[in-house]
């Protein structure tokens, strides 16, 4: 006979409890704690004898299992492709362009002989047919499904049997046997372990795209995100054009991968080469004083991006602000207080802006050098040497310690035309290979020698 069940779990780490509380007792989050009710079923007779165990040298993979997606970027950071059977959940927030990348990749893998099966929740027929022709992405190899119901998606896909599958979005799909509304734990979890279940049996990739909460994670239980191979974010500011599409797990290949994206009336178009688009960009400020060139990598792409400072007395005496955008704000004021002590920058009344040009966001510890720097540069309102790039880790004494990829990041800008790199010492052996083409590399244990060079090589108009 059935027994209801009613438990509590947490929308956040997905934290199962028999009782309702007010915080989570395992993430402390407030308020997200949801009812859930199941049916339980009496289990009568012995247990099934699951199937033999195999030895792990003894199993054979196909190595022709990836296809490409027709975006050379998105197949880089899918680590090469798409890869059968797997499932690919995209968050990121609204109007970012999460089913514009969606309709794009349906026009390439159908102009390539696939066939391909686009299921929305959210949009009509004719609102879809009206967005794919406005993007020129309109196909008779895509065949589009409105449809909420999992079982009658799952239904439709065995039957059709596509050779790729695109669900917008997740939160918007319920199964009638769960009694919680569209977008709940329960409702979210179910759908993406049928859809999971789906694209092991079938070997049909799936791309499933999620919403996002107000603090950019994918919303629903966390392990939604435990369930799926990979897992990307849409990143960017809706007042740039630039789009960032970052693996945070892969299964497949690197996280931390990146792809950079432009949004324009056709849709989004690959940046092959980000790091000459910003350069190029940053000639127009180059003469200012707070212009910093940084050599960044996400995951194994290297970026050259501009970082810009500005110190202005405060209006409130007592009273000063820092303002960060694209980085963390705590780091950049830890970096004030180290460049304040260190040396002797007296940043007390001071108003202290810090961005990364082009609507980027960087989190990486090489950034520190090239932010203090940029404070450094605009509070003594001198302007940074030409053709100058830097990175390098900040400790509180001051010390300039390395970083990894230090000869990927040179190579970057070597290829790009800087010709002085300001690095740690640590990563001197990295800067070796690059003496012969000219290039001057700057080695510094402290960021008082780092200012010192740039003050006796600063620009003057």
Not at 86 to 92: A, C, F, N, R, Y
Not at 144 to 166: M, S
Not at 430 to 447: H, P, R, T, Y
Request: hydrophobic share 40%; glycine share 10%; aromatic share 4%.
């Amino acid at each position: 006979m059935a027994k209801e069940i009613v438990t509590y779990v947490c929308n956040q780490c997905g934290y199962v409890t028999s009782k309702l509380m007010g915080r989570c007792p395992s993430c402390a989050a407030w308020g997200s704690l949801e009812e859930r009710r199941e049916e339980k079923n009496a289990k009568t007779g012995e247990a099934k004898v699951s199937q033999e165990a195999t030895p792990l040298s003894e199993i054979r993979t196909d190595r022709t299992i990836r296809f490409k997606t027709g975006m050379g970027e998105l197949d880089r950071v899918l680590g090469g492709g798409l890869v059968e059977g797997s499932l690919v959940l995209i968050g990121g927030d609204p109007g970012i362009g999460k089913s514009t990348l969606m309709l794009q990749i349906s026009r390439y893998l159908s102009a390539g002989g696939k066939k391909v099966l686009y299921v929305s929740g959210e949009e009509s027929l004719s609102q879809i047919k009206l967005r794919a022709v406005r993007l020129k992405t309109d196909s008779p190899g895509v065949s589009v499904l409105a449809e909420t119901d999992t079982d009658a998606i799952v239904h439709r896909i065995q039957q059709d049997q596509p050779d790729f599958a695109i669900i917008d979005s997740i939160q918007t799909m319920y199964k009638n046997e769960i009694g919680s509304v569209p977008g709940s734990v329960a409702q979210v979890r179910e759908a993406c372990g049928a859809f999971m279940n789906l694209a092991k049996k079938t070997g049909i990739p799936i791309f499933i795209v999620g919403h996002v909460t107000k603090d950019g994670a994918i919303a629903g239980p966390k392990i939604l995100e435990h369930m799926v191979d990979t897992v990307l974010y849409f990143e960017g500011n809706g007042d740039h054009t630039f789009r960032l599409l970052r693996a945070v797990k892969n299964r497949f290949g690197a996280t931390n991968e990146v792809a950079v994206f432009e949004m324009n009336d056709n849709g989004l178009t690959e940046v092959t080469n980000p790091s000459e688009l910003f350069v190029s960009r940053q000639s127009a400020s180059a003469n200012v004083p707070g212009s910093v060139i940084l050599a960044s990598v996400n995951g194994t792409l290297p970026v050259l991006v501009e970082v810009q400072a500005l110190v202005s007395r405060s209006e409130f005496e007592g009273r000063t602000r820092c303002i960060v955008s694209g980085m963390d704000g705590n780091r950049v004021s830890l970096l004030c207080a180290v460049l304040q002590n260190r040396l002797g920058i007296n940043l007390t009344s001071k108003d202290v802006y810090t961005s990364v040009a082009g609507g980027l966001r960087i989190f990486e510890p090489a950034l520190d050098l090239a932010a203090l720097l940029a404070v450094y540069t605009a509070a003594r309102n001198i302007i940074m040497p030409h053709h100058t790039c830097v990175f390098g880790e900040i400790g509180l004494a001051g010390e300039v310690r390395g970083v990894a990829h230090a000869e990927k990041r040179i190579g970057e800008a070597v290829k790009t035309g800087l010709r002085h790199i300001i690095l740690s010492k640590d990563n001197q052996d990295s800067a070796k290979s690059f003496l012969e083409d000219g290039v001057e590399i700057v080695c510094v244990q402290n960021i008082r020698q780092a200012a010192e060079w740039v003050a006796a090589h600063k620009v003057v108009l």
